[in-house]
Nanobody, 128 residues
Framework: VQLQASGGGLVQTGGSLRLSCRASGRTISSYTMGWFRQSLGKEREFVGAIRTSASSTNYADSVKGRFTISRDDARNTVYLQMTSLKPEDTAVYSC??????????????????????WGQGTQVTVSS
């Protein structure tokens, strides 16, 4: 599955952005979809993920209550709604698709390497 994130840009502290991750090649309906981010000089970190049929979501503590992940399988697209943005949210955001296999748990999907497909990121810059 090929993924492409879009929707990034420059926003002021306290502002909002909605990122999109559009898939091609395969339908995402069978995939758990995750969002990750990487800031300059830092390791990539888990932002959040959504299971198939939007049955459940999981978020990093740093974004909980501010970010919301949703999915539209008919459009083969996953969204990351970001509100109350802070300068520390500045990063390249990317999405990933993973299959929830036998033995998987949420811990599986906290790790970027455990996904089955990854996409190009989009830059989000939050000015102070």
């Amino acid at each position: 599955v090929q993924l492409q994130a879009s929707g990034g840009g420059l926003v002021q502290t306290g502002g909002s952005l909605r990122l999109s991750c559009r898939a091609s090649g395969r339908t995402i309906s069978s995939y758990t979809m995750g969002w990750f981010r990487q800031s300059l000089g830092k390791e990539r970190e888990f932002v959040g993920a959504i299971r198939t049929s939007a049955s459940s979501t999981n978020y990093a503590d740093s974004v909980k209550g501010r970010f919301t992940i949703s999915r539209d399988d008919a459009r083969n697209t996953v969204y990351l709604q970001m509100t109350s943005l802070k300068p520390e949210d500045t990063a390249v955001y990317s999405c990933a698709a993973g299959l929830w296999r036998y033995g998987s748990s949420w811990n599986t999907f906290f790790e970027y390497e455990n996904y089955d497909g990854w996409g190009q990121g989009t830059q989000v810059t939050v000015s102070s």
